[in-house]
């Protein structure tokens, strides 16, 4: 009997990481709570949630045993496939409040820009890994130039939130390949030159979200609400909250979307600066074991996206905490395993497969 259970365990959970596991599940569990709190009258959010998760978590044990090697195949036929579907978005994409990001597939409907979160940098890590040895300057222009595609499709239907963060996990793979500082310079001098020229083609709403990154005040009922509704929210709750289920400020419905963008701010209030300082040191944690995963990765290809799904880690609380504490503009970025939805969740589960992949497979190919 001992022998049939060490069998099975090995069976099931010989490519999963138990501490990325553990450390994912606490902020699943976290995040389950706050959503079920934000959306207490509506209570089946927290349902669909956990229904997504267990989805996820399927999604995960299966990539995780592939080697990724073997995934690294795909990167480029889904990424032209990828790009096909964003072309659909634009001729026939479904259209909800003022915009187009979703194709109809009758029952159910998808939004193909959530893929490019990990095709994008699947697919630079692939076409670096084959010129490894002999990485040009015309290579790095190539790469920006696959990764200008999907991020203009994609910020144009306008989903500038979901374009920042394939445009950040793309040129994450490109930092990580080694570009020059100066070519990198010369891009950061480029782009200060253009924002100037690009001013005028963002939305009216996107200019008045950077500009109530200033000054909410100047619009407290319109444009900048949202910040102020907020930062209230976040600093009402002290050193160790209102407690769970006791949020004013969410149960008054002054947050918008609470349980998708802003659920931070319904966290912050019900469990404080305590609760805050716990769940940075859990996405804290999550990242570093990431980080230790990318750098004992075998190859080129694998450190190059290992890295850049772990900086995508970073990324996403960096620019999500930041914009409901009104520090960074607001581009709708979810905050990860605590946002509610299912896509981007299945995404995040699949994100971790791949890591876990890159963790288990080389020790077991050394057997």
Known sequence: ????????????FE??????????????TIGLLTVFSATYDKSTHAFRQMASMFVGLAVMWGVARIHPQRLMRFAAPLYIAGLALLVLVVLTGVRVNGARRWLSLGVVRI?????????????LAWYFQKYEDAIKMRHYVAALLMLAVPFLLIARQPDLGT????????????????????????????????????????HEFQRKRILMLFDPMVDPLGAGYHIIQSSIAIGSGGFFGKG?????????????????????????????FLGVCVLILL????????LVIASEAPTFYTRLLGGALTMSFFTYPFVNIGMVSGILPVVG???????????????????LGILMGIRTHPVLLRR
Request: hydrophobic share 55%.
């Open 111 to 123: 939004q193909p820009s959530e893929i490019f979160k990990i095709v994008m940098p699947m697919m």
């Open 333 to 351: 970025i979810p905050l990860p395993f605590m946002s509610y939805g299912g896509t981007a969740l299945v995404i995040l589960f699949c994100s």
């Open 1 to 12: 009997m001992p022998q049939l259970f060490q069998r099975l365990r090995n069976s099931v």
């Open 163 to 202: 374009a920042i963060l394939i445009g950040a996990a793309g040129f994450y793979v490109v930092f990580f390949a080694g570009i020059p500082w100066k070519f990198l310079t010369g891009m950061l001098i480029a782009g200060a030159v253009a924002f100037p020229f690009v001013w005028p083609l963002l």
């Open 15 to 28: 490519y999963v990481d138990f501490p990325l596991l553990v450390i994912t599940m606490l902020l699943m």
């Open 244 to 272: 769970w289920l006791r949020g004013t400020q969410t149960y008054l419905e002054f947050i918008p979307e609470p349980h998708t963008d802003f659920i931070f701010s319904v966290f912050s209030e019900e469990q404080g």
């Open 283 to 290: 996405y804290l944690l999550l990242i570093v074991r990431c």
